[in-house]
């Protein structure tokens, strides 16, 4: 009897320890097709483009990345949590993956919560600069506000510590330092640094949402800001407002480098970003979307904007059905693309030629589970 007794206890025991820990397996498949104009053909001498076309091809991410991941949290008491979470990305048309930095590439995290103090994490992470996500009619997508700035808005960041507040009278803080691990903290011309950091404050109320972020990048060679699309200082003023079915969005950039040397249409040293648009929320299922972005370079290095329309239909909680249409528009000395794209206007890059235009239609299917 007394032998019953202790097994019932340790199972009890067994069965409320693993009711206070979780782990989750999550993930999304995003695949469509994508019709797009405007596209550099040809190599010549130089390895620059030698004329535009069009193609036509299946594609994985256009509306949102596909990832899988592990996330978990355990409940050690007095109101603290332990959590991880790891993720993912890969090309569900193709299968391979991740798209860099190895296996989690987006995130590698472990850390601890309380909700009266706040969430610290060490670790991967997504940059903060994807903080734009929120305040971006097209939550990022392939073709939105990441395209003008060259990826610029959506990087992970690496030997990462993070903090996010709890929400106080409607404000929240939540901030990044990823460390170089070099050997000189403040860099010296030779020690490659490539330190990363950030932090925002957001408000939000039922009306409206307010966001202010600075974030910076520093180039690992010498740890300067050599080059706005990948070593550069980044200031963001954004606003969600919440108008019934609408909702209406806009945001202002300003990225900065203090040495970063230009040639026309491909490296300014300045740039001013900006965009709005609105989402219709016509019925529970279907939304519909427009917005414009722009971006202004300095240094001759010209300015283009993204025309937009799109919108999505949701089949269940976990399927949706998308669709967007853009065209990128560009000044006589600038080659930017619809995709993120590195600089330069060698066929390699997807840019199309310096002052020509590129357009685009694709529609696809996404599912989470």
């Not at 103090?117 to 670790?123: A, C, V």
């Not at 970063?260 to 279907?286: F, K, R, V, Y």
């Amino acid at each position: 009897m007394k032998k019953a007794l202790l097994a019932a206890s340790l199972l009890s025991i067994g069965v409320a320890a693993h009711a206070q820990s979780s782990v989750t397996l999550y993930g999304r498949l995003d695949a469509g097709l994508e019709y797009m104009t405007g596209v550099p053909t040809g190599v010549g001498a130089n390895g620059q483009a030698t004329g535009s076309g069009h193609r036509f091809k299946a594609e994985s991410g256009d509306w949102g990345t596909s990832l899988w991941g592990l996330k978990g949290v355990e409940d050690i008491g007095g109101g603290n949590k332990v959590l991880f979470q790891l993720e993912g990305s890969f090309n569900t048309m193709t299968g391979a993956g991740p798209g860099g930095g190895g296996l989690f590439n987006r995130w590698a995290t472990v850390g601890m919560s309380n909700d009266a103090y706040g969430t610290l994490l060490l670790g991967r992470e997504l940059f903060i600069s994807n903080g734009v996500w929120d305040f971006d009619p097209f939550g990022q997508s392939n073709w939105s506000s990441a395209s003008l700035v060259r990826g610029r808005n959506w990087p992970q960041s690496s030997n990462n510590i993070s903090y996010q507040s709890p929400k106080i009278a409607g404000f929240d803080f939540y901030g990044q330092y990823a460390l170089s691990n070099a050997t000189n903290w403040n860099g010296n011309g030779t020690t490659a640094q490539g330190r990363e950091g950030g932090a925002q404050v957001t408000y939000t109320s039922a009306l409206f949402q307010v966001r202010g972020m600075y974030d910076e990048i520093r180039n690992p060679a010498n740890g300067q800001f050599t080059d706005p699309f990948t070593a550069s200082r980044e200031y963001t003023a954004a606003v969600n407002v919440f108008l019934g079915q609408f909702k209406i969005q806009g945001a202002y950039q300003a990225i900065r480098t203090s040495g970063g040397t230009a040639t026309a249409g491909q490296a300014p040293t300045s740039l001013d970003h900006e965009w709005g648009g609105i989402t219709w929320q016509a019925t529970p299922a279907a939304a519909l979307i427009a917005a414009v972005y722009h971006v202004n370079a300095n240094k001759g290095a010209g300015n283009a904007t993204i025309y937009t329309i799109g919108g999505s239909y949701n089949l269940s909680k976990r399927t949706l059905l998308d669709i967007q249409i853009a065209t990128v528009r560009n000044s006589k000395t600038a080659n930017f693309g619809l995709n993120a794209n590195n600089e330069g206007d060698t066929a390699a890059t997807d840019n199309p030629l310096i002052g020509h235009s590129q357009s685009g239609v694709y529609a696809g299917i996404q599912h989470s589970f």
